[in-house]
C-alpha cells in the first residue's frame, strides 16, 4: 500500500536506532506532519450530504458554517455545481464535485466520490399531483435506449408503492417503449410489460428501454389505493471493481473521457454506512489507496450503529461502525474515518479540514488545497452538541462547534526514535461546555484518558500499538435537567453513549434532525472530536 505521508516523514527523520538483530525499530504514519497548527484552518466539510439544489438548501448550509461543499446526490449520479447567483454572493465557499454510487451488480455499498466528476444514472419521480388520479399515464423521457455493448446504461428500475385503504385490492400496469428484464441474469429480455397485476406494497420492475422515451399507465380504483412513490431510477448497474476505477481515473465513452479525480493529489472514495463484515471493506480499501476509508458516524444510520433512526427508540445505542474502524485498524490498513450527516439535514457529524490559508489563493487551488486534505487525511471528525435558542427550539447554526485539535504530534528521542503521541485540544465553550477529557485509542481499546487540554501516550518499545487514535469530547457540568456530570461519569461511557447525552427531549418539527414522526429525540449537549489515526509502519 501507497503511504505518500509516511515516506516523506521517514525521509526527514533522523536514522533511527539498529537493535542487536540490526531490526530498525518501528516507525509510525502521522497524517498531521506537516499541518502548521499555529496558521492552518479549519473548514467544516461534507463527504456525504444531499440537498444543495437550491438557493434556500446553500444557504442553510452556509449558515452552518460549512465552508466545503461537496454535496453528494443521487438520480443522476452527478457533481452538484453551486448555483451562480449563490457562488457569486459567496465567493469565500469553496466547491468540489462528487456524487454518491450506488446498485452495483456485485455489493449492496454505496460510495462517494470525492473530487470525483463522474456522473451516473437517470431519476424522475411523479409528484403528489400526478399519482393522484387514475388512470395514471406518463411519458420519462430522456433514456437510453439498451446496447448490448453497454448494457447498464441502458436498464432502469420501475418503483411503485400503492398503499391500501382496504383489503387487499390490486392494481394494472403497462409500459410501451420497454421490456421487463432480469438484472440478475445479465440484463435478459423477459418480454413486455402488458396489464400486469400488481400487489398492494412496494413493487420493482427492471426495464430495458427501447428508445429515448417510455410510457407508462397504472389502473387503479382511488377508494382502495393510494400511490405514494412512482418513479423511474437508474444506479450503476456495474460490478463496484468497473465504478472505483471510473470514478478514480475515468474511462473512455463515446471517443471521451468521462469520470476520474479532477486533482490527481486530492480527494478519493469513501465507503458509506458500512454495515457489513470487515472482510468487504478491507477487500476495497485494498483496491486502490484512493479509496480513503469508512464512514464512522453517520446520522441517518443511528450514528456509529447500522440501526435507522436515532437513539430514542433504543435502549443501547449501536457502535457498529465505530468498532469496525478500530478492527480495520488494527490489520495495519490504513482507513480515514468519516463524519456525515447524509440525508439529516440538520443532524451532527462533519469532516474539519485542516489546511494553509485559503484567502488569497484562486478557486482551483483552495478546491486542490481541500481535496488534498481529504487525501492525506489531514482532517479531524466533529459530532457536536445542538445549538438551541431560548425556547430550547434548534437553530443554526445547529452543530457547528470550535472545539478542535490543536496539536497531534509524534514526539521523538534524541535518536529520532518515535516515542509517545501528544495531543491537545482547545476552542471548547467556556460556558456551555467547559470540561474537557482526551482518549487514546489502540487496538487494545482505550490505552490512557487524560482529563486536561493536553495529554501523551508513551509508544511501549517491546510492544508497540498498531495504531493509536486520538478522540476528545467537551461536556458541560450537568445533564437531564440538573444532573451532576463529571470526568468519572463521562470514562464510563462509550462515544455512542456520550452521544446521548441530554437535558430533554424534543419532537419532531422544524430542525428535527431524525427520521420517523414517532421518534423522540435526545438533544445532545457535549462536542466530540476523533482524530485520523497515526499509523505504525512495519521495517
Known amino acids: 500500500m501507497k503511504r505518500r505521508q509516511a515516506l516523506l516523514s521517514l525521509a526527514a527523520a533522523p536514522c533511527l536506532p539498529v537493535?542487536?538483530?540490526?531490526?530498525?525499530?518501528h516507525e509510525y504514519e502521522n497524517p498531521y506532519e506537516g499541518v502548521d497548527?499555529?496558521?492552518?484552518?479549519?473548514?467544516?466539510?461534507m463527504s456525504h450530504q444531499h440537498q444543495g439544489t437550491t438557493t434556500s438548501s446553500l444557504e442553510s448550509f452556509r449558515e452552518m458554517g460549512y465552508g466545503h461543499f461537496a454535496f453528494s446526490n443521487y438520480y443522476p449520479s452527478a457533481p452538484t455545481p453551486l448555483l451562480p447567483a449563490f457562488r457569486e454572493k459567496h465567493p469565500d465557499v469553496v466547491w468540489a464535485p462528487n456524487a454518491e454510487q450506488h446498485s452495483f451488480l456485485d455489493t449492496g455499498l454505496h460510495f462517494n466520490s470525492l473530487g470525483s466528476r463522474l456522473a451516473t444514472g437517470y431519476g424522475k419521480s411523479l409528484s403528489a399531483a400526478e399519482r393522484k388520479d387514475s388512470p395514471i399515464q406518463y411519458r420519462f423521457e430522456n433514456l437510453t435506449p439498451f446496447e448490448d455493448e453497454r448494457p447498464w446504461e441502458g436498464v432502469y428500475r420501475l418503483d411503485l408503492t400503492l398503499n391500501p385503504s382496504i383489503g387487499k385490492p390490486e392494481a394494472k400496469l403497462t409500459v410501451r417503449g420497454a421490456t421487463a428484464c432480469n438484472r440478475k441474469e445479465n440484463f435478459a429480455d423477459e418480454g413486455p410489460v402488458e396489464n400486469r397485476?400488481?400487489?398492494?406494497?412496494?413493487?420493482?420492475?427492471?426495464?430495458?428501454?427501447?428508445?429515448?422515451?417510455m410510457d407508462l399507465t397504472l389502473e387503479y380504483d382511488p377508494d382502495e389505493i393510494s400511490i405514494s412513490q412512482l418513479r423511474l431510477m437508474q444506479g450503476t448497474n456495474r460490478p463496484w471493481r468497473d465504478m472505483f476505477r471510473a470514478a478514480l481515473d475515468g474511462e473512455v465513452r463515446d471517443g471521451k473521457v468521462v469520470g476520474g479525480l479532477l486533482h490527481s493529489d486530492g480527494g478519493g472514495l469513501t465507503l458509506n454506512h458500512p454495515t457489513g463484515k470487515l472482510e468487504t471493506y478491507t477487500e476495497m480499501l485494498d483496491f486502490d489507496p484512493r479509496v480513503l476509508g469508512i464512514e464512522v458516524w453517520n446520522q441517518l444510520t443511528s450514528g456509529f450503529g447500522s440501526d435507522r433512526g436515532f437513539y430514542a427508540s433504543m435502549k443501547n445505542p449501536p457502535g457498529h461502525f465505530y468498532q469496525l474502524w478500530d478492527q480495520i485498524l488494527a490489520t495495519g490498513r490504513r482507513c480515514w474515518g468519516f463524519f456525515v450527516k447524509d440525508h439529516n439535514t440538520y443532524g451532527r457529524g462533519r469532516n474539519v479540514l485542516l489546511t494553509p490559508p485559503l484567502a488569497d489563493l484562486p478557486p482551483g487551488k483552495r478546491e486542490a488545497a481541500l481535496l488534498r486534505a481529504y487525501r492525506n487525511g489531514a482532517f479531524f471528525g466533529s459530532v457536536a452538541s445542538i445549538a438551541t435558542n431560548e425556547k430550547g427550539e434548534t437553530i443554526p447554526p445547529y452543530d457547528?462547534?470550535?472545539?478542535?485539535?490543536?496539536?497531534?504530534?509524534?514526539?521523538?528521542?534524541?535518536?529520532?526514535?518515535?516515542?509517545?503521541?501528544?495531543?491537545?485540544?482547545g476552542?471548547?465553550?467556556?460556558?456551555?461546555?467547559?470540561?474537557v477529557q482526551i482518549r487514546f485509542v489502540t487496538e487494545k481499546g482505550i490505552a490512557h484518558v487524560v482529563d486536561a487540554g493536553m495529554g501523551e501516550l508513551e509508544l511501549s518499545l517491546s510492544d508497540p500499538p498498531q495504531f493509536v487514535r486520538v478522540e476528545a469530547c467537551a461536556y458541560p457540568d450537568t445533564h437531564q435537567n440538573g444532573k451532576p456530570l463529571n470526568a468519572e461519569t463521562i470514562r464510563k461511557l462509550a462515544p455512542a453513549q456520550i452521544a446521548t447525552l441530554h437535558d430533554r427531549q424534543i419532537?419532531?418539527?422544524?430542525?428535527?434532525?431524525?427520521?420517523?414522526?414517532?421518534?423522540?429525540?435526545?438533544?445532545?449537549?457535549?462536542?466530540?472530536i476523533f482524530s485520523q489515526p497515526i499509523l505504525r509502519i512495519d521495517g
Open 197 to 213: 397485476t400488481l400487489p398492494a406494497g412496494k413493487n420493482t420492475i427492471y426495464v430495458r428501454a427501447n428508445g429515448d422515451a
Open 400 to 425: 457547528h462547534s470550535n472545539f478542535r485539535f490543536c496539536h497531534l504530534r509524534l514526539k521523538r528521542d534524541e535518536t529520532g526514535n518515535a516515542v509517545a503521541v501528544e495531543a491537545a485540544v
Open 19 to 25: 537493535g542487536a538483530a540490526g531490526k530498525i525499530s
Open 507 to 528: 419532537e419532531r418539527g422544524p430542525g428535527f434532525f431524525g427520521n420517523s414522526a414517532e421518534l423522540r429525540t435526545p438533544l445532545p449537549i457535549v462536542d466530540q
Open 427 to 435: 476552542g471548547n465553550d467556556p460556558v456551555r461546555t467547559p470540561n
Open 37 to 45: 497548527w499555529d496558521t492552518w484552518e479549519c473548514v467544516p466539510s
